[in-house]
């Protein structure tokens, strides 16, 4: 059996312990023959709980689509790469605040005037 798993037989009732050995021993066959790594956990009647099992080797990796609305929010102005990164800031289209009929004439004065924090 593989020392790897001599830390799970201590959360696990001595009774149930061959238990415990005949699961991990399969689990132990099927990650010989695949290649592949599980993570798992027990709990104190020997069952195992198999929490993760890693990609096949050689597997292409996959990637989640993405949305249209992300793809724009990602890519700013440049149309050509949807997913090229902006800095963060205004847009071109919005030069100020001032042309936001929400904060009134005085909003653009109001922002000039806060003190800077100490720091």
Do not use: K
Not at 64 to 87: E, H, I, K
Request: aromatic share 10%; with cysteine.
């Amino acid at each position: 059996m593989n020392p790897l798993y001599a830390h799970l037989y201590a959360h696990v009732m001595v009774l149930f312990w061959p238990w415990l050995w005949w699961q991990l021993r399969g689990i132990e066959r099927w990650r010989q023959a695949t290649g592949r790594g599980l993570l798992i956990a027990t709990d104190q009647y020997g069952n195992v709980h198999v929490r993760w099992v890693e990609d096949a080797p050689g597997a292409a990796h996959v990637r989640a689509p993405v949305s249209d609305r992300l793809a724009r929010a990602l890519g700013g102005d440049d149309a050509t790469n949807p997913y090229s990164r902006r800095m963060p800031g205004l847009r071109r289209d919005q030069q100020s605040h001032r042309d936001c009929p929400a904060a009134g004439p005085s909003a653009s004065a109001g922002l000039a005037n806060l003190p800077l924090p100490h720091t």
